[in-house]
């Protein structure tokens, strides 16, 4: 009797994301030169200097790991993004990207995840990409950051009914690197793909990288990619095989952050290394939250030889 019932309300999910699938046409690229900061959030402090800490979390539309948004209350939703804010503050990392962020939706509490997540978190900049919207929802992927973000791309992946359409964004940071001091400009991407079909994951992961392609700085790719790397043509196996990127031990059996699978990655450029990496046990979401340090490949002379080689090049001009 449960798993009919079960059986039933998932029929009944799949039908009501079907019917309020976006019908308009929407743009589905916009770019922007820079975000300003929420000056009414003062970010903490105690974020390390040296390297870049970064995280990535599937909000699950701020249901933690309940069935279903539209059976909570709006307390119920703040309670649980509360949740999710103490352990950002707990653990610091300086970006946080966001899949399955909710602004203002009507199944959801009526209010913005996203400004106030960084509100009760502290991140001053925040973007975020509105890649599924209805009358019921308005939700996408989203970039949290106690550092400045320029140079933002919101992208909406080709739709693929009847799912409802992922699509990513991306934004410019200075990374900090040694003990500070200096910095480099590296692309963060927050990206979900779809959960049903692995070629319709195939052809958003080529979308991502037609976006990503004219872009020359150092990258990181984080998010929920639905894809596991010994699945039967995965993915993420094509992505971090065939590009210019690479995951963190992606045969490991201890990173799994969707039940026992590793659904949620976080991918580098070869330029740059992790020096930490960990899936939190906290249930936060129906997803785990990845959490990573990375820092540049690069010994510190190399790096201070290219810093005064390009400023001195821009004083030039």
């Given at each position: 009797m449960k798993n009919k019932t079960f059986f039933i309300l998932l029929i009944?999910?799949?039908v009501v994301l079907a019917a309020c699938a976006t019908t308009e046409k929407q743009v589905r690229t916009v770019?922007?030169?820079?975000?300003?900061?929420?000056?009414?959030?003062?970010?903490?402090?105690?974020?390390?200097?040296?390297?870049?800490?970064?995280?990535?979390?599937?909000?699950?539309?701020?249901?933690?790991?309940?069935?279903?948004?539209?059976?909570?209350?709006?307390?119920?939703?703040k309670e649980n993004l509360d949740d999710i804010a103490i352990v950002l503050n707990q653990h610091k990392p300086h970006i946080v990207v966001l899949q399955e962020a909710d602004a203002s939706s009507t199944w959801s509490g009526s209010f913005d995840h996203v400004e106030y997540l960084a509100t009760q978190a502290r991140y001053p900049w925040r973007t975020q990409a509105i890649n599924a919207e209805s009358w019921l929802f308005s939700y996408g992927t989203a970039i949290l950051s106690v550092l400045p973000l320029a140079e933002t791309i919101k992208h909406t992946f080709a739709p693929?009914?009847?799912?409802?359409?992922?699509?990513?964004?991306?934004?410019?940071?200075?990374?900090?690197?040694?003990?500070?001091?200096?910095?480099?400009?590296?692309?963060?991407?927050?990206?979900?793909?779809?959960?049903?079909?692995?070629?319709?994951?195939k052809k958003q992961i080529n979308e991502m990288k037609e976006i990503l392609s004219a872009r020359m700085n150092p990258t990181v790719i984080l998010g929920d990619f639905n894809s596991e790397w010994l699945a039967e043509a995965s993915v993420i196996k094509e992505l971090?095989?065939?590009?210019?990127?690479?995951?963190?031990?992606?045969?490991s059996s201890a990173y799994s952050s969707y039940k026992n699978k590793r659904l949620?990655?976080?991918?580098?450029?070869?330029?740059?290394?992790?020096?930490?990496?960990?899936?939190?046990?906290?249930?936060?979401?129906?997803?785990?939250?990845?959490?990573?340090?990375?820092?540049f490949k690069d010994n510190v002379n190399d790096l201070e030889t290219k810093f005064t080689s390009h400023t001195a090049q821009n004083n030039q001009h």
């Amino acid at each position: 009797m449960k798993n009919k019932t079960f059986f039933i309300l998932l029929i009944i999910n799949v039908v009501v994301l079907a019917a309020c699938a976006t019908t308009e046409k929407q743009v589905r690229t916009v770019y922007s030169s820079a975000i300003e900061a929420d000056n009414s959030i003062y970010a903490q402090t105690g974020y390390p200097d040296e390297i870049l800490r970064v995280a990535t979390l599937n909000l699950a539309h701020g249901r933690k790991d309940g069935f279903n948004q539209l059976f909570f209350r709006k307390s119920t939703f703040k309670e649980n993004l509360d949740d999710i804010a103490i352990v950002l503050n707990q653990h610091k990392p300086h970006i946080v990207v966001l899949q399955e962020a909710d602004a203002s939706s009507t199944w959801s509490g009526s209010f913005d995840h996203v400004e106030y997540l960084a509100t009760q978190a502290r991140y001053p900049w925040r973007t975020q990409a509105i890649n599924a919207e209805s009358w019921l929802f308005s939700y996408g992927t989203a970039i949290l950051s106690v550092l400045p973000l320029a140079e933002t791309i919101k992208h909406t992946f080709a739709p693929s009914p009847p799912t409802p359409n992922k699509g990513l964004v991306v934004a410019q940071v200075d990374m900090p690197y040694r003990d500070g001091s200096l910095s480099r400009k590296i692309d963060v991407v927050s990206v979900h793909l779809d959960f049903s079909r692995k070629s319709v994951r195939k052809k958003q992961i080529n979308e991502m990288k037609e976006i990503l392609s004219a872009r020359m700085n150092p990258t990181v790719i984080l998010g929920d990619f639905n894809s596991e790397w010994l699945a039967e043509a995965s993915v993420i196996k094509e992505l971090a095989t065939k590009s210019r990127f690479y995951a963190y031990e992606p045969e490991s059996s201890a990173y799994s952050s969707y039940k026992n699978k590793r659904l949620d990655w976080i991918l580098l450029t070869k330029d740059l290394e992790f020096a930490d990496y960990s899936v939190l046990s906290e249930t936060l979401s129906d997803h785990d939250m990845v959490i990573a340090e990375i820092r540049f490949k690069d010994n510190v002379n190399d790096l201070e030889t290219k810093f005064t080689s390009h400023t001195a090049q821009n004083n030039q001009h």
